[in-house]
């Protein structure tokens, strides 16, 4: 053994480890709404999602969306059953976890008696509506474009993004129209991933497409894309389909046509292409089919939405449907208590959802605000388009028909 | 066979990188004994402080990385003096453990400085080369020729210098070096400062091509630990040829076989080299 005397200094060991978590513990609990009640009452609106390790960026975004709608709400003064409500938004972490999401519910509607619940991952949103309808009630307002959140048939969910299967039709068109018939898969490896890799797969083979091999990588595991891109392009396809965060799906898309790829490409939805520009130059995303970006939407209050949004998150951060669509839904779930009379009841705030729909301010409808809510819980925006951005960096709109939920 | 020159290089690039934060890790197991995960979070904030010094500082690329590599230093000699070395009598479990805080830790610093977006490094070096066929960006041909120099000037340094010269005779045997008057102390920190140096070098040279993120570090962490196995814990020449090994091994079992397969050809191999010969290829007279 070594010759130093062993008096190891505990006071500094324990001053460090406590010094650690304090800093820790500081740099977690930056996120979550502030707990001051200025009306007669105030509600509680909960949400779990994402806010470190991997998928933070993408929590953060949608806590972004939420905490923008609870301040304007409160701002213009809700007023429920002739009292003065105040709204604050709850976060708590999940990691991505549906079992930690599923417990950081039950503690949203138990302790701070939360009517509804956000979460933004099909997973935990499955793992919520297990316990939501149950002892305790809530309304879960799901971010999540899955539609088997819906099949389920849970009475208090409300799904807010469009079904992602309503995609497969139009991107294989636009794809096959800009491209051809030949598909190389470069997306990513997640669960979404690979529905989406199978609802284009089928599709394009309707289409008499030809499909190649399945070069899916893990987006972030991935240290150099270099690699799969040149073996995707090897089988000289004319169309190649990608998507995951958006940035790694900016880098690919960049490298692939850095190795000579002209076809088109087919982007998944969880990439947004103005998000993809923010690292890379647009030129290198052109000749490619997406969904659109907020910035394109024709909605009253996009404009004014998009200002605000600088001035909360910066002007170098892009402001996504992620953001955008929990903006509105916020607002939906405020108008339904007060149409509801409510703040408690969550079966009475959502048998409003309909009837609040129409009596939203135009200023909270920014991103395709849904005009319908179907009898499962999905809210509906007849008018939805995506895009397919042109070789002069043009974004053109091109109308989805929405598939239908039922399986 | 174009395609197979391609990712030969591809391979080879990525070797460097693998090799640069193999080497500090196998280092830091033959000096203090300790499997130190917090390596991988020292990567991800080596990049992140190039990136600082590279964009919002403004200095150029080079001389970021360089920056970048001394701070990363100094923590790296901070991590030892006030993490391990306070554990150093503790069983081995306790520095497992205090890596793993260190690893959340910084990982939370880098989340509340840098927030959790991706962000992009832009490189100076743009354009490609032709080489029989393939593409090499000017970006990979740095990788590859930084890694040549930088491990010569390591091997220089460990074999020819007198701070170098310590630490080789730590690591061969702890008690005798101290009673020749080698302070081990010293030479803990030493290490601990020159991996996170050479894991900055990685980080700062692959940014350009990936994303920094404050779970950049995860990914490799994995892979650089099964590296130093197969390499044999502690040898530096197993670090090397287990960096390259793996990568190429990684690149064209992604090519010919399946994407999942190469990005699980790390841990098979790590299972069967734990099973087979357990000490790695260049196994070191097993101390202790």
Not at chain 1, 46 to 62: D, R
Not at chain 1, 160 to 182: C, D, L, R, V
Not at chain 1, 361 to 371: A, R, S
Request: glycine fraction near 10%.
């Amino acid at each position: 053994m070594t010759s130093i005397p062993r008096r190891a200094s505990r006071p500094v060991l324990a001053a460090a480890v406590i010094g650690t978590f304090a800093l820790a513990l500081g740099a977690c609990g930056g996120g979550g709404g502030s707990g001051d009640s200025g009306g007669d009452e105030s509600v509680v609106i909960g949400y779990t999602g994402p806010l470190s390790g991997g998928g933070a960026a993408y929590g953060e975004n949608v806590q972004t969306g939420l905490q923008m709608a609870v301040d304007d709400l409160n701002k213009d003064g809700l007023e429920v059953d002739g009292k003065k409500v105040t709204i604050e938004l709850k976060s708590l972490d999940d990691k991505y976890a549906p079992s930690t999401a599923a417990s950081n519910a039950q503690r949203l509607a138990d302790q701070d008696k939360a009517p509804v619940v956000v979460s933004p991952n099909a997973g935990a949103i499955k793992a919520i509506q297990q316990i939501n309808d149950g002892r305790s009630k809530f309304m879960i307002s799901a971010y999540t474009s899955d539609p088997a959140i819906v099949q389920s048939d849970n009475p208090l969910t409300m799904m807010i993004p469009p079904n992602f299967e309503s995609y497969a039709k139009p991107f294989t068109e636009q794809g096959m129209k800009h491209g051809g018939k030949k598909l190389a898969f470069l997306g990513t490896q997640s669960e979404y991933g690979q529905q989406w890799t199978k609802a284009i797969t089928d599709e394009w083979k309707k289409a008499n497409g030809k499909i190649g091999a399945d070069n899916s990588i893990d987006y972030a595991t991935v240290s150099d894309f270099a690699g799969p891109v040149s073996k995707a392009l090897s089988e000289k396809p004319d169309s190649i389909f990608v998507g995951g965060p958006s940035q790694p799906t900016a880098l690919i898309m960049e490298e692939a046509k850095k190795q000579g790829f002209k076809g088109s490409f087919l982007v998944m939805d969880q990439a947004k292409l103005d998000e993809m520009a923010t690292v890379t130059k647009l030129k290198n995303l052109t000749n490619s089919v997406g969904v659109l970006p907020v910035k394109e939407y024709k909605d009253p209050g996009t404009k004014d939405f998009l200002k605000h949004f600088a001035e909360v998150a910066g002007d170098k951060k892009v402001a996504t449907s992620e953001t955008a669509l929990n903006y509105q839904s916020i607002a939906i779930i405020a108008k339904a208590m007060e149409v509801a009379g409510t703040t408690s009841d969550p079966e009475k705030i959502r048998a409003a959802v309909p009837d609040a729909l129409s009596k939203v301010d135009d200023k909270y409808k920014v991103n395709g605000f849904p005009t319908e809510i179907s009898d499962q819980g999905h809210l509906v925006n007849p008018d939805l388009d995506i895009t397919y951005l042109n070789k002069d960096e043009k974004y053109m709109k091109v109308p989805v028909d929405q598939v239908s939920d039922t399986k | 066979m174009t395609l197979f020159i391609q990712q030969l290089f591809n391979g080879v690039a990525l070797g460097g990188v693998y090799c640069l934060a193999a080497i500090g890790l196998t280092l830091v197991f033959g000096v203090l004994r300790i499997p130190n995960l917090a390596h991988g979070s020292l990567y991800m904030l080596g990049a992140y402080v190039t990136y600082f010094f590279l964009t919002t500082v403004g200095v150029p690329y080079v001389a970021a990385i360089g920056i970048a590599a001394l701070v990363l230093f100094v923590l790296g000699v901070l991590l030892e003096r006030l993490v391990f070395h306070p554990l150093r009598n503790s069983p081995h479990t306790h520095h497992m453990i205090a890596a793993i805080g260190a690893m959340f830790f910084f990982q939370a610093v880098a989340q509340a400085i840098w927030g959790a977006d991706f962000r992009r490094m832009e490189t100076p070096l743009s354009g490609s080369l032709h080489i029989l066929g393939a593409e090499i960006s000017a970006q990979r041909i740095v990788i590859i020729v930084t890694a040549i120099v930088v491990l010569s000037l390591l091997t220089w340094f460990i074999k020819r210098s007198i701070h170098g010269q310590t630490i080789e005779a730590i690591e061969q045997d702890r008690t005798g070096a101290a009673l020749v008057g080698i302070n081990p102390a010293m030479v803990s920190m030493l290490t601990l400062g020159l991996s996170a140096l050479l894991v900055t070098i990685a980080a700062g040279l692959v940014s350009p091509i990936n994303l920094l993120s404050p779970t950049m570090g995860d990914s490799l962490n994995l892979k650089v630990f099964a590296i130093i196995i197969l390499g044999g814990l502690g040898s530096l020449p197993g670090a090397i040829v287990g960096s390259f090994a793996l990568a190429i091994a990684e690149t064209m079992t992604s090519t010919y076989i399946s994407s999942a397969v190469g990005e699980a050809v790390a841990f098979v191999v790590l299972v069967g080299v734990l099973a087979i010969k357990p000490t790695g290829l260049f196994a070191k007279a097993v101390q202790r």
